[in-house]
């Protein structure tokens, strides 16, 4: 495959729950794509919403990587400590015209199963008390995915104008990852297929602020009987160093990556080592989803 002369990937967890078997196939599958082309690997702390973080998940979120044997290039940066760069962004959308002051409340809104309707579009109200959205162009955005192939999206039909800063201060997701991507240097988003419809809105922010695209990957989710995915809010145990070889096994078959008997007893590092070696993201099943029961 054809890679970029400096690769920048990175793992960017929500300390909203411990890590779990999901997340773990994602920072295996965005560590290894780094390191295997000798590319850096950053940890980005996505904690933007402090009525949502779990006591303690910061630092069990840590202690389960290094437990599993993943080393990060340089030091941690956690969104929380970049609000004034976000806001200040902001404030330069609004004035220019591309975001302004939304006060629709959630009930308002309820009928329009989550694509914005325009009812604050040309109302010109007042920052006090509402949502900042972005105004979204009436055209088609489509992207190469290396795993699920090209996906597009109309941004005007199926989103909407989407909130950039929500009503209660808080910053949005979208906006903090494509500012924080850009400011890191990052060529290369790995992460789980649940975001594959984020892209597009970030491939926007990207253009309307001048920044560059990176290039994605999204990777099957694992899914129960039931069809839940696999999360820290549903009977998703938290990973156990214990646990960390036959985990970071199956991890790696879940990615379709082909594992030797030979690595069963080794040690954590270890099997990131020969991983690394070994490492084919044109092995990773070309799904969305892929079921719990068929990861053994």
């Known amino acids: 495959m ?3 002369s400096s ?6 967890p929500t300390p909203s729950g411990y890590l779990h078997f999901g997340s773990l196939i994602a920072a295996l599958a965005s560590y290894l794509d780094a390191r295997a082309v000798g590319g850096r690997w ?4 996505e904690n933007l919403d402090p009525p949502r973080e779990m006591p303690g998940a910061q630092t069990s979120i840590l202690q389960a990587l290094e437990a599993y044997g993943f080393q990060w ?6 969104q929380s400590e970049r609000l004034d760069v976000y806001n200040e962004v902001i404030d330069h959308l609004r004035q220019d015209g591309h975001a302004y002051a939304c006060t629709c409340s959630r009930k308002q809104l309820q009928a329009f199963a989550g694509l914005y309707p325009g009812f604050c579009r040309e109302a010109a109200r007042d920052t006090t008390d509402a949502a900042i959205r972005l105004r979204v162009p009436d055209r088609n955005y489509s992207f190469s995915d290396r795993v699920q192939g090209q996906y597009s999206q109309d941004l005007a039909r199926e989103v909407g104008d989407f909130v950039i800063r929500r009503r209660d201060g808080l910053i949005a997701y979208q906006l903090a990852v494509v500012l924080d991507d850009a400011w890191q240097g990052v060529t290369d988003v790995v992460r789980g297929a649940d975001l594959l419809d984020s892209t597009p809105r970030q491939l926007f922010l990207q253009d309307l602020l001048g920044l560059p695209h990176p290039r994605y990957l999204h990777v099957p989710l694992i899914i129960q009987p039931d069809g839940h995915k696999l999360g820290k809010r ?6 156990q160093p214990a646990e960390a070889t036959p985990l970071l096994l199956r991890a790696l078959r879940a990615l379709g ?5 030979e690595l069963n007893d080794a040690l954590p590092a270890e ?3 020969w991983a690394t070696g070994h490492w084919n993201a044109e092995r990773i099943p070309r799904c969305r989803t892929l079921a719990e029961s068929q990861l053994r």
Request: glycine share 10%; net charge positive.
């Open 2 to 4: 054809s890679v970029p």
């Open 7 to 12: 690769y920048i990937g990175r793992f960017a």
């Open 42 to 45: 950053l940890l980005r702390m």
């Open 73 to 78: 290039d340089g030091q941690m940066v956690r």
């Open 234 to 239: 549903y009977r998703s145990p938290p990973l």
């Open 257 to 261: 990556q082909s594992t030797p008997g």
């Open 271 to 273: 099997v990131l080592t």
